[in-house]
């Protein structure tokens, strides 16, 4: 079933175009990811659905227009955003606390999640003293805790060091086949993009359009190395080779 | 996951030992006008030593006391109504920006008039009590204020804005819950150089006219030719100063107290 579909989005800023041409669609329960290079334009495509822009084109989420009013979405944005001056339990709360949960309740809810993300003990911490891959888990945990219908994940671990990047990558695919969020993950990791991913829109560089679309058939738990080690490889080569040689475009190929 | 420290307060002799090099200088200034005003033979009605002027001080201390009462009641009076304003007209502007357009100019003008001038003028049209002295110090005080909160506002990160209102949040909760916390070490920064202006502006509201006060002290120890009496009015209201200075370190302590957690990280050495 089909939740999210995009069909000819298009946002251009003063002049510049960003977006030329986005047609993509996430599935219920399904990890799909954007690929594509720096400044292709791919938080401007976030920005498009949490309403914080408007662009052309149509947006639908089961089958109805997306509008300001729906709030479908839980977005962690590309920096982890975390607040400096609240601890890390009252970061984890904030979107609770926008939706008017009680503070009491609120606590509850995340309390169950600080030992799944890894956080348990520091919940009276500012996120100041947490290093980087518990910030990011911090973020995450505020960010699913809403509940929403569907994740919006904005460069999780873009700014981690590789060896923490690695480790993330591991833990969240392992707790995407616990809790089978609907995502759609921005990346341009291609490594990331493979192990993480059911689907991949890989873009070209900006104004950003659809070049590829591209199916990862890996068997879960995925394993860096693995028996499917050899495969994922294959596909991530292919991926960057389309990356790297850009085809020039010829009008859209895709519907 | 590297291990995190737990919070440890810093001690209080590392907050003595960053006080030693200013204790030194100032000392060494006083030691030098000290020997100046001993052994150049200059008139003590022209510059007293400062062990005179300790003495006259101290002889004083009623007197000095007496009229600084009123100088911290219209500083103290001053501060708050400047800091209510600041806060309320940073929130108009922030909320209609267009607002700031209109404002900016008049605030900045009422910067550039000259306080010898503006002194008097003030205390013609509202006499000798405290309104003119609480409308100089405001005056004095509220445009610094008033920059470092509109500048604080917008310091705020723009992905935390942009996913507050993915979460559904309205611009009020914005304000409260992203925007005004993100102000707090402008404007703490704001709070110090006005904190120093206040003093000074209410003791030229007193200069131009009042019935007590170390405004008004000093324009008579200058009259009566009391160099030492002027000058220990001047002590009086430096340490007014300095403890006003030293409230405001304390209560931006008190206020963020995630800034000094951020320094007790493992491996980051707090500053000194
Ligand atoms: N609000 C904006 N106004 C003008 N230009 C913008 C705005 N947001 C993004 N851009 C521009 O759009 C391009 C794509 O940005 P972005 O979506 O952040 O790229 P990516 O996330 O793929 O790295 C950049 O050139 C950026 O300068
Ligand atoms: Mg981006």
């Known amino acids: 079933m089909r939740r999210l579909e995009l069909r000819h989005v298009r946002k251009a800023f003063d002049g510049l175009d960003v977006l030329a041409d986005i047609s993509l669609s996430v599935g219920a329960g399904e990890f799909v990811s954007i690929l594509g290079p720096s400044g292709a334009g791919k938080s401007t495509l976030f920005q498009l659905l949490t309403g914080a822009e408007h662009g052309e084109g149509e947006m639908f989420f089961d089958g109805a227009p997306l509008d300001d009013h729906g709030r479908h979405f839980a977005f962690m944005p590309q920096r982890d955003a975390l607040m400096p001056w609240r601890r890390i339990l009252d970061n984890t709360t904030l979107g609770l606390e926008v939706q008017g949960v009680k503070r009491k309740a609120a606590r509850a809810r995340v309390a169950s999640l600080f030992a799944e993300f890894g956080l348990a003990g520091f919940e009276r911490h500012f996120p100041a003293q947490l290093s980087g891959g518990m910030r990011q888990r911090a973020a995450l945990l505020r960010t699913v805790v809403q509940e929403r219908d569907m994740l919006l994940l904005d460069e999780p671990f873009g700014a981690l060091d590789a060896l923490t990047r690695a480790a993330m990558q591991r833990w969240l695919e392992q707790m995407w086949r616990h809790h089978r969020w609907t995502a759609l993950l921005i990346t341009h990791d291609v490594r990331e993009a493979v192990f993480l991913s059911d689907r991949i829109y890989v873009l070209s560089a900006r104004p950003a359009r659809v070049v590829r679309e591209i199916r990862v058939p890996l068997p879960r738990p995925r394993d860096p190395a693995g028996a499917a080690a050899q495969q994922a490889g294959a596909l991530e080569a292919e991926i960057l080779d389309i990356l790297l040689n850009p085809q020039p475009f010829k009008g859209h190929d895709h519907d | ?272």
């Not at chain 2, 209510?84 to 922030?94: G, K, P, R, W």
């Not at chain 2, 403890?243 to 007790?264: I, S």
């Open chain 2, 1 to 272: 996951m590297p291990v995190v420290s737990p919070v440890a307060p810093r001690p209080l002799s590392a907050s003595l030992a960053k006080a030693v090099p200013a204790i030194i200088s100032v000392g060494l200034l006083a030691v030098a006008w000290q020997l100046y005003a001993t052994y150049s033979g200059i008139k003590p009605t022209i510059l007293p030593a400062p062990s005179r002027v300790l003495e006259q001080a101290m002889l004083n201390r009623d007197a000095l006391i007496d009229n600084a009462v009123p100088t911290i009641r219209a500083t103290l009076a001053g501060f708050a109504c400047s800091l209510a304003a600041a806060f309320a007209l940073s929130m108009l502007v922030d909320f209609f920006q267009p607002m700031r357009r209109a404002l900016f100019p008049v605030f900045i003008v009422s910067q550039t008039l000259p306080l010898v001038a503006i002194a008097p003028l003030v205390v013609l049209w509202f006499g000798f009590g405290l309104a003119p002295k609480i409308m100089l110090v405001a005056l004095v005080t509220f445009f610094p204020m008033l920059v470092a909160l509109v500048q604080g506002y917008e310091a705020t990160e723009v992905e935390i804005g942009q996913m507050l209102r993915a979460m559904g949040a309205g611009r009020w909760r914005v304000f409260v819950v992203a925007r005004l916390p993100s102000a707090l070490p402008y404007f703490f920064a704001g709070l110090r150089i006005s904190i120093t202006y206040a003093v000074v502006g209410a003791i030229f509201a007193e200069y131009a006219g009042a019935a007590k006060g170390l405004g008004i002290y000093m324009l008579n120890a200058k009259n009566n030719f009391r160099p030492d009496l002027v000058l220990a009015a001047v002590g009086v209201s430096a340490t007014l100063t300095l403890v006003l200075f030293g409230l405001t370190v304390l209560l931006q302590r008190l206020a963020m107290p995630w800034e000094r957690a951020g320094q007790q990280r493992a491996g980051k050495v707090p500053r000194q």
